[in-house]
């Protein structure tokens, strides 16, 4: 029988939902599953500093080095009503898609003000704007006025201190408006320890939607249109997998993104340099081509991610690590805490 979206359902205490991130940055706890058999998946507690110790000079780490932009905006209307405004994508220097929240929604044609900066309002194409700003570039807007568009459940404003935690340490190419947050767990020392294993490491470039956070909308998954993200996956990354693969070692994605960039450049049923869009959508039953083991924040419940993590892992095998985080204690969601998958457990039951 196929899963629907209330099978992805879990109850999480308010109080484990983490609003700010630790100090440290490889501090955060993970929570690493194996199964030893069929019938029994072993949980264990660790902190991202041991993920080293989890790893073998053979694989190879696939990290996302999309950068995210002050992608959100505050201004109000030419009648002076409030707006909010979060870039989904920069089509252009001077046009961009955007969802924009006003008490009611602006008009083709309306004029808005965030700062000094005009912005003219153009089509709609569902719930995203297009929005042209015929004097300075988009780049110059976001940079004045931008804040990080931090997720809408930490309900808070974005701090300075988000300008830095909400952006990765390997962050390059910008054009993200949420962080892939798995990677947000790494620092230079991490990095360092990692190299030190003699494990290699190579990068994509997903750039994370606002549509991330967007529910899933229908009980009947096939229902479900998945959003738009804009990827890169290079020469260089598709070598460096097969170099993995001759060697014997596991290629190992850091967070959903870097898996996803990975299995939508391999759709056509091997891996081959891509660079375009992607509405690959996972859930159980789907089959991996490339991916060996998952490095992966905890997601919300009903969400996109969580379905793809099951199908990576195992519905049941989920459902189990997702108990024992809770029972223990960790911190959920882009601030929270890990888990580490080393191997694909989709069989198990």
Same mark, same amino acid.
């Given at each position: 029988?196929?899963?629907?979206?209330?099978?992805?359902? @879990?109850?999480?205490?308010?109080?484990?939902?983490?609003? @700010?991130?630790?100090?440290?940055?490889?501090?955060?706890?993970?929570?690493?599953?194996?199964?030893?058999?069929?019938?029994? +998946?072993?949980?264990?507690?660790?902190?991202?500093?041991?993920? %080293?110790?989890?790893?073998?000079?053979?694989?190879?780490?696939?990290? #996302? #080095?999309?950068?995210?932009?002050?992608?959100?905006?505050?201004?109000?209307?030419?009648?002076?009503?409030?707006?909010?405004?979060?870039?989904? /994508?920069?089509?252009?220097?001077?046009?961009?898609?955007?969802?924009?929240?006003?008490?009611?929604?602006?008009?083709?044609?309306?004029?808005?003000?965030?700062?000094?900066?005009?912005?003219?309002?153009?089509?709609?194409?569902?719930?995203?704007?297009?929005?042209?700003?015929?004097?300075?570039? !988009?780049?110059?807007? &976001?940079?004045?006025?931008?804040?990080?568009?931090?997720?809408?459940?930490?309900?808070?404003?974005?701090?300075?201190?988000?300008?830095?935690? @909400?952006?990765?340490?390997?962050?390059?190419?910008?054009?993200? $408006?949420?962080?892939?947050?798995?990677?947000?767990?790494?620092?230079?020392?991490? &990095?360092?320890?990692?190299? =030190?294993?003699?494990?290699?490491?190579?990068?994509?470039?997903?750039?994370?939607?606002?549509?991330?956070?967007?529910?899933?909308?229908?009980?009947?998954?096939?229902?479900?249109?998945?959003?738009?993200? !804009?990827?890169?996956?290079?020469?260089?990354?598709? =070598?460096? $997998? =097969?170099?993995?693969?001759?060697?014997?070692?596991? $290629?190992?994605?850091?967070?959903?993104?870097?898996?996803?960039?990975?299995?939508?450049?391999?759709?056509?049923? #091997? +891996?081959? *340099?891509?660079?375009?869009?992607?509405?690959?959508?996972?859930?159980?039953?789907?089959?991996? /081509?490339?991916?060996?083991?998952?490095?992966? #924040?905890?997601?919300? *419940?009903?969400?996109?991610?969580?379905?793809? $993590?099951?199908?990576?892992?195992?519905?049941?095998?989920?459902?189990?690590?997702?108990?024992?985080?809770?029972?223990?204690?960790?911190?959920? @969601?882009?601030?929270?805490?890990?888990?580490? +998958? %080393?191997?694909?457990?989709?069989?198990? %039951?």
């Amino acid at each position: 029988m196929p899963y629907r979206k209330s099978d992805f359902h @879990y109850d999480l205490p308010d109080s484990q939902i983490a609003r @700010y991130p630790l100090p440290e940055r490889s501090a955060a706890r993970m929570l690493v599953a194996r199964a030893t058999d069929a019938a029994h +998946l072993d949980l264990a507690d660790r902190r991202v500093r041991d993920l %080293p110790g989890c790893l073998t000079p053979t694989d190879l780490l696939v990290f #996302n #080095n999309t950068r995210v932009l002050p992608a959100r905006l505050f201004g109000h209307k030419a009648s002076g009503g409030k707006v909010e405004i979060l870039i989904e /994508r920069l089509k252009s220097p001077h046009e961009a898609a955007a969802y924009i929240r006003a008490s009611k929604s602006p008009h083709e044609g309306g004029i808005l003000h965030v700062g000094d900066a005009t912005l003219r309002v153009g089509g709609r194409d569902d719930a995203l704007f297009t929005l042209h700003s015929d004097g300075a570039p !988009w780049q110059e807007i &976001l940079t004045a006025y931008g804040e990080m568009p931090i997720p809408p459940y930490l309900e808070r404003r974005a701090q300075e201190s988000d300008s830095e935690r @909400y952006q990765t340490v390997f962050a390059k190419h910008s054009g993200a $408006v949420a962080a892939p947050t798995a990677g947000l767990h790494f620092d230079d020392a991490l &990095l360092a320890a990692i190299a =030190a294993r003699g494990v290699r490491t190579a990068e994509i470039t997903l750039h994370v939607g606002a549509g991330t956070f967007q529910p899933v909308r229908h009980e009947d998954l096939a229902a479900h249109i998945m959003h738009a993200e !804009w990827l890169t996956v290079g020469a260089d990354a598709v =070598a460096a $997998v =097969a170099a993995c693969r001759a060697r014997g070692g596991r $290629v190992v994605a850091v967070g959903t993104t870097a898996l996803r960039a990975l299995e939508s450049a391999a759709a056509g049923g #091997n +891996l081959a *340099p891509y660079s375009g869009d992607t509405r690959l959508f996972i859930t159980p039953g789907y089959r991996f /081509r490339v991916v060996d083991a998952l490095f992966t #924040n905890f997601h919300l *419940p009903e969400s996109t991610l969580l379905m793809l $993590v099951s199908a990576f892992a195992g519905y049941d095998n989920i459902r189990r690590a997702y108990r024992h985080a809770i029972t223990h204690g960790y911190r959920f @969601y882009s601030y929270g805490d890990a888990m580490f +998958l %080393p191997q694909r457990l989709a069989a198990t %039951p």
